[in-house]
């Protein structure tokens, strides 16, 4: 079965770090383009970054550009969101999902549950 | 950044049809998919390039695009298909999300 499991969320204080995982089951993720989106609470979806399938190319939203990076290991089948400088508005779910091809503008058929990042002092 | 505009929410009768559009600037010119959120879940990719229906998604779904608008639309509404409703384009190296539509069957 497809799957994809977010982990490495919590609660950080203004200006920290996280690093989000994304572990990829039941196929190997670094052949699809893959995407983080988030959603505060209460509000909507907003698409965070991604990354190509095969190559290394990667887009980010100008919201966290800068701050986030979008990486693969491909032998750990696991996808990886770097968060630094995170502010108040930066708290949301995350959310990992899988393109349908190995294009960033190819539509997400498979996502996770979320993992929670909480910013606040 | 790129925008795309959604109605905030619409209602609909069991068994009616109800439509939800979605528009940016030249939104025709591009693919348009569409995903449905429930209340406590993930999403879930109901329509893709404009008017695509992936494995499993009911042909109640269906989905057009020209213009400035792309446009889901739920014909046979059912109580299953009440839900918050998303349009996504991508313009210029950005995924952009329209601003959420919930549909609620009355």
């Known amino acids: 079965e497809v799957q994809v499991l977010e982990s490495g969320g919590g609660l950080v204080q203004p200006g920290g770090s996280l690093r989000l995982s994304c572990a990829a089951s039941g196929f190997t993720s670094s052949t699809y383009a893959m995407t983080w989106v988030r959603q505060a609470p209460g509000r909507g979806l907003e698409w965070v970054s991604s990354i190509s399938g095969y190559g290394e190319d990667t887009y980010y939203a100008d919201s966290v550009k800068g701050r986030f990076t979008i990486s693969r290991d491909s032998s750990k089948n696991t996808l990886f969101l770097q968060m630094n400088g995170l502010r108040v508005d930066d708290t949301a779910l995350y959310y990992c999902?899988?393109?349908?091809?190995?294009?960033?503008?190819?539509?997400?058929?498979?996502w996770g549950q979320g993992t929670l990042v909480t910013v606040s002092s | 950044s790129y925008e795309l505009t959604q109605p905030p929410s619409v209602s609909v009768s069991p068994g009616q049809t109800v439509s939800i559009t979605c528009s940016g600037d030249?939104?025709?010119?591009?693919?348009a998919c569409w995903y449905q959120q429930k209340a406590g879940q993930s999403p879930v990719l109901v329509i893709y390039?404009?008017?695509k229906r992936p494995s499993g998604i009911p042909e109640r779904f269906s989905g057009s695009n020209s213009g400035n608008t792309a446009t889901l639309t739920i014909s046979g509404t059912q109580a299953m298909d009440e839900a918050d409703y998303y349009c996504?384009?991508?313009?210029?190296?950005?995924?952009?999300f329209g601003t959420g539509t919930k549909v609620t069957v009355l």
């Open positions: 996504q384009a991508w313009d210029s190296g950005t995924g952009a």
């Open positions: 390039q404009d008017n």
């Open positions: 999902a899988r393109s349908t091809g190995i294009g960033v503008s190819d539509p997400s058929d498979c």
């Open positions: 030249k939104l025709g010119d591009k693919f």
